[in-house]
């Protein structure tokens, strides 16, 4: 993987740690389904992870193909990236000790992640500019 692409991987994987621990924390106020919860954005968040290097890997390898192909390619990968969320959706409505909401929050990690950093950059720029 390119040093750049990787570099902003890990950045976001990092997030993606430190967002899964503030909702845990959180999640500390609903006392009876708290476990629960955790075990929802771990494994949400693993996914979130897995998901954007697969991303990550996906657009790498298209960049180097023709248009067609890098269109059919990266067609079918969405496909997996999107089968992988709703298996992992069902494993957590079907079992009892995964909260789904938990689950869906780690699952959109990445998005919230991504988000907020590029929040903070544009008013770091900000200030900067002034």
């Known amino acids: ?3 750049k692409v990787q570099q902003e991987v ?11 621990v503030i909702v ?3 999640s500390i106020v609903v006392p009876k389904e ?3 919860i955790i075990l929802g954005v771990v494994f949400g968040s693993i996914i979130a992870i897995l998901n954007f290097r697969l991303l ?3 657009m790498e390898k298209a960049v180097k193909m023709p248009p067609g192909k890098a269109q059919a390619y990266t067609s079918i990968k969405y496909l997996v990236r999107m089968f992988i969320v709703a298996v992992v ?4 409505v079907k079992n009892p000790n995964i909260n789904v909401i938990g689950t869906i929050l780690g699952l959109i990690s990445t998005q919230i ?3 907020i950093k590029k929040l ?5 720029q900000r200030k900067e500019v002034k």
């Open 34 to 36: 708290t476990i629960h």
């Open 89 to 92: 959706i069902f494993v957590s």
């Open 56 to 58: 990550a890997l996906t």
């Open 113 to 115: 992640v991504i988000f």
């Open 10 to 20: 890990n950045e976001v994987t990092k997030g993606i740690v430190i967002y899964a």
């Open 24 to 26: 845990g924390i959180i």
């Open 120 to 124: 903070l950059i544009s008013k770091i």
């Open 1 to 3: 993987m390119d040093v």
